[in-house]
């Protein structure tokens, strides 16, 4: 018996472009409602997931992004970590007693976890529904401009972006990496014990490269990724995060 929801996460790919169709209500009642029985830490359900249908806004989150699927959709969803809500249940006498904890790494944590459990589920079941999806962290690029233009109080974060519609291309799957770099046993293996396997891995993505119908060209894994990681980006988000009194104790 074929299991539908492996063979959907297997076949998944990025769609950068859309057909110029909008999802139902329906449709997105079902993503939302897929992304809420994810799992939660502690009962928390520390996110809020906006939707925005706003053009003028989407144009402002285009300029932000550089990309123009962020405009160019069927539904744009932006998934917040939410701590706001938790703290508002409380009397001022309970609010201060939270701020220390509201104030964490760990419930920063918990809440990032929160809403990337709720974003994956939601993909999985955009994609199960036969749309396409691609996830923006590139909303991050200015996140002081995003919190304020979804008006988001003290304490939500825009952590990142879901575009979701009809796919209008057919793009090739990228490779992965290998299991035995992603999968240790009882501890963590020496790099040297996963070194071969990411030279397979990169031999692997250079012929993708090579190969693949748009955007060719002559690369690998680790190449990209040192490239990336010798260039920081998006440095503001961390006095972001504390101006929000989040990440901070």
Known sequence: MTNSAIQTI????????????????????????AAQMASTSSYVMGYTIIGVTDEKIKEQLTAISGQPYVQNNGHLFVFCGDLHRVEQLGTTEQQAAMEESLASSEQFIVMTVDATLAAQNAAIAAEDLGLGICFLGSLRNDIHRVSELLQLPERVVPLFGLAVGYPNHEPEQKPR?????????????????????IKQFDAQLQKYYEKRKQNRRTDNWSNQ???KFSNPIRMDVTPFLHHKNLNKK
């Open 225 to 227: 990724i040192i490239r």
């Open 10 to 33: 297997m076949n998944h790919r990025s769609i950068r472009k859309f057909k110029d169709q909008p999802l139902t209500e329906a449709q997105i009642k079902t993503i939302v409602d």
């Open 177 to 197: 990496l290998p299991f035995e770099v992603v999968y240790h046993e009882n501890k963590y293996q020496p790099f040297e014990q996963q070194l071969p396997f």
